[in-house]
């Protein structure tokens, strides 16, 4: 299973993004999957997860009604919404697929990791 995110970029604070994770397989469909960052010099921590179906969604309190994530399953990709970014948003995004049809906010819960796209937010 590969995963490739997309979206990342330079953007001021307060701007928008779309990260977008392609999954090459379908069997993503039957799992939960989710988003995780890592700034530099700091632990991963996850961003927001969500269940196979597209409920069940989970979000880091520091992005809470700021991101929303939500899946296609037809297409197997992956979205997260990312607005009013802040500097403190500035990290390398991983999208994974959890190892069961719940999604995990540890990052311990996942089975395939994407390669990342950086989120960087000027002041």
């Known amino acids: 299973v590969q995963l490739q995110a997309s979206g990342g970029g330079l953007v001021q604070a307060g701007d928008s993004l779309r990260l977008s994770c392609a999954v090459s397989?379908?069997?993503?469909?039957?799992?939960?999957m989710g988003w995780f960052r890592q700034a530099p010099g700091k632990e991963r921590e996850f961003v927001a997860v969500?269940?196979?179906?597209?409920?069940?969604?989970v979000y880091a309190d520091s992005v809470k009604s700021r991101f929303t994530i939500s899946r296609d399953n037809a297409k197997g990709i992956l979205y997260l919404q990312m607005n009013s970014l802040k500097p403190e948003d500035t990290a390398k995004y991983y999208c994974?697929?959890?190892?069961?049809?719940?999604?995990?906010?540890?990052?311990?819960?996942?089975?395939?990791w994407g390669q990342g796209t950086q989120v960087t937010v000027s002041s």
């Open positions: 969500i269940d196979w179906n597209g409920g069940g969604s």
């Open positions: 397989r379908r069997t993503s469909s039957n799992n939960g």
């Open positions: 994974a697929v959890a190892r069961g049809a719940r999604a995990s906010t540890s990052g311990d819960g996942y089975r395939y």
